[in-house]
């Protein structure tokens, strides 16, 4: 057998979530694109200003660096 069937991306057996010790197992095919959620409005007064505490702080940190 080839090395290549691991990486088919018609081989179904791969993409299918397996059951671990650790919990579900999936497929970076099946992980990618996920969505943030906000429906809370509690959640987006804590998400819309985090987001903006990053850029400020990556700004401050750029300028501090030189």
Avoid: K, Y
């Avoid at 088919?8 to 650790?22: T, Y």
């Avoid at 996920?34 to 959640?43: F, H, T, V, Y």
Wanted: with cysteine; hydrophobic share 40%.
């Amino acid at each position: 057998m080839s090395d290549d069937r691991h990486n088919d991306p018609g081989d179904d057996r791969r993409s299918q979530p397996a059951d671990s010790e650790d919990g579900r197992v999936f497929s970076a095919h099946q992980a990618r694109q996920g969505e943030i959620i906000l429906r809370a409005c509690a959640r987006r007064i804590i998400f819309i200003p985090g987001l903006v505490g990053i850029l400020v702080l990556a700004v401050v940190v750029r300028f501090a660096i030189g």
